[in-house]
């Protein structure tokens, strides 16, 4: 055994194996974030991690072999969450996913084999470097010495750091720029903990104009009830000319009008929640940077109007119905401070697992709305979510005799991704059907949206893409999805939707459309949305944005102190 820790011992020191595994560690850090220009900042990293394992081990081996590991792991977990989620892994993931019990056993249940190999490789990490430390011998080198080093290190990260100060700061974790994205957020923590990224950009502001906490119930000749659908992974099929699907399923996707209108939202494969908190607030999950992921959170009591609210103001019965608990990334008690009365959740519904098909949802649903007609005359709005397209995409959750007929991708986890967007779609059908023949009194608005595209359909995605990072442009393919509107017992003015839309302003469109209770602030979105050519981060003229966002914070609408 002796003999056999000697001989490792010598491998391990010798500089030969440290510097093939170096050049490994290049190539490596080059596929995680997909730029050399990155690479040198990455390296000082990884040498200013080494410097402090052996300023505290005095191992140098040990503490190179450490640190090339350490960054490997990080840039491993950070692909994952950007292949499932769409954003990189982020130091605020530790407090706020991290200590999320309910967004962990999802996340276990659903990616359970990713969790095991996971669990693998930090146990084969551990036993190699315990071997290697046991192999190492101690420097003679002074701490002095060995601090100096670290200091050298830790200014090298700085001076290599390539900063784009013109830049965005969202665009790094949306870009799949992997390697770098966890110690490049290690630079957020400079703000306070509660501290918002958009308070910053609109200190110096000056609005022109004001908008008051009013609201305008009566505009509406009658008060429909409303049900809006958020159709969990699901864009048109028609972007992407490698799949086959029926010609049915390709019109599920329009609205009344025969029209598939398109929808630009702000994440890509995961982030459902940062949908939803666009389209019931009216604002940009962009405008946050790097605090996107975590709206819900930070703005939980700080938006005081909101689509919810607005409706709930002029007597509506406002309820959230949604697949996960309550808990979700604080999902629940978000929706509940921007106007949901009520939420009703995974342990209310008490699914038999996440991967029911929606149908189980549009019952919950229907079992509300027959109760409520039974002995309530308040108008009904309903927000729901779907959950059936949902990843992962390696098991068959779609029996083949429930969908028969020929595949409707060449490879496999699309094709299973279609598969439950075809069911996902025969239920929002059959919902909707029965929304026809019991439209209520005062008849009824259907809207369905898509969150965001699926990680399944990401290589059909980037096969047809131009030159360059999709991923960096919000206004790519990669964040394009859709909506549909329908109205029955009542008439719908179409206009509204006539050009596409970002998804901050589908809520006021929807309101203008269906002639729903209105407000100074979603008229004013209106506005702006007409300004802007129906982009909302992206405005061609940018101070509109500010000076519309500025505006609710002066009056109190926008809490971002």
Request: hydrophobic letters at 45%.
């Amino acid at each position: 055994m002796k003999s056999v820790m000697e001989k490792s011992g010598r491998v391990l020191r010798h500089p030969l194996p440290i510097a093939l595994a170096f050049l490994a560690l290049l190539q490596a850090l080059h596929y995680f974030d997909t730029r050399w220009r990155f690479v040198p900042f990455l390296v000082t990293v990884t040498l200013a991690i080494a410097a402090l394992l052996f300023l505290l081990s005095r191992r140098p081996a040990f503490s190179l072999w450490a640190a090339g590991l350490t960054v490997l792991l990080i840039a491993a977990m950070s692909e994952v969450k950007f292949r499932l989620k769409g954003f990189s892994l982020h130091v605020f993931d530790f407090a706020f996913t991290g200590l999320d019990r309910s967004a962990l056993s999802f996340l276990v249940g659903s990616y359970f084999h990713l969790l095991i190999a996971g669990i693998a490789a930090l146990i084969a990490a551990l036993v190699f470097l315990i071997m290697a430390f046991r192999c190492d011998r101690p420097s003679g080198r002074s701490f002095g010495v060995r601090a100096g080093l670290l200091f050298a290190m830790a200014a090298g990260v700085f001076v290599l750091y390539p900063d784009k100060k013109d830049e965005p700061d969202y665009v790094h974790y949306i870009s799949g720029y992997d390697a770098s994205s966890f110690f490049v957020s290690i630079g957020d923590l400079e703000f306070p903990l509660g501290r918002i990224v958009l308070a910053d950009r609109l200190e110096n502001v000056e609005a022109k104009g004001s908008l008051r906490d009013d609201i305008s119930c009566d505009v509406a000749a009658s008060k429909p009830d409303l049900f809006v659908v958020l159709s969990e992974s699901q864009t048109s099929p028609s972007y992407f000319p490698q799949v086959n699907v029926p010609e049915w399923m390709s019109a599920s996707f329009q609205s009344q009008d025969g029209q598939v209108h398109p929808l630009q939202v702000e994440t890509f494969g995961g982030g459902t929640w940062v949908t939803n908190f666009s389209v019931m607030t009216g604002l940009s999950g962009a405008d946050f940077g790097w605090q996107s992921p975590y709206v819900t959170q930070i703005l939980e009591g700080r938006v005081k109007t909101s689509l919810p609210s607005l409706l709930a103001r002029c007597g509506y019965r406002t309820v959230a119905v949604m697949p996960m608990q309550a808990s979700f990334v604080n999902e629940g008690p978000f929706l509940t401070s921007i106007g949901f009365q009520e939420i009703v959740d995974f342990d209310a519904m008490k699914p038999k697992s996440h991967f029911v098909r929606d149908s189980f949802y549009f019952d919950a649903v229907e079992r509300i709305v027959r109760q409520h007609r039974e002995k309530d005359r308040r108008p009904l709005f309903i927000a729901m979510q779907t959950l059936f397209p949902h990843g992962p995409y390696d098991m068959n959750l779609v029996p083949a005799d429930a969908l028969p007929g020929k595949a409707l991708a060449p490879d496999a986890e699309p094709n299973e991704y279609l598969r439950r967007v075809a069911l996902a779609k025969q239920d929002l059908q059959d919902f909707r059907s029965k929304r026809q023949r019991a439209p209520g009194p005062n008849g009824t608005v259907v809207l369905d949206f898509g969150d965001h595209q699926a990680v399944a359909t990401k290589d059909y995605l980037l096969a047809d893409a131009p030159a360059g990072n999709v991923f960096a442009d919000l206004r790519s393919l990669a964040y394009k999805t859709y909506y549909s509107v329908y109205a029955y017992g009542r008439e719908i003015d179409m206009r509204p939707f006539a050009k596409p839309l970002d998804v901050g302003f589908l809520s006021a469109s929807l309101i203008e459309a269906a002639g729903l209770p209105t407000s100074p602030t979603f008229k004013a979105l209106a506005r702006l949305r007409d300004a802007c050519g129906g982009y909302y981060h992206t405005c061609p003229d940018r101070s509109l944005v500010d000076q519309h966002l500025r505006q609710r914070q002066n009056a109190g609408l926008l809490n971002l102190d």
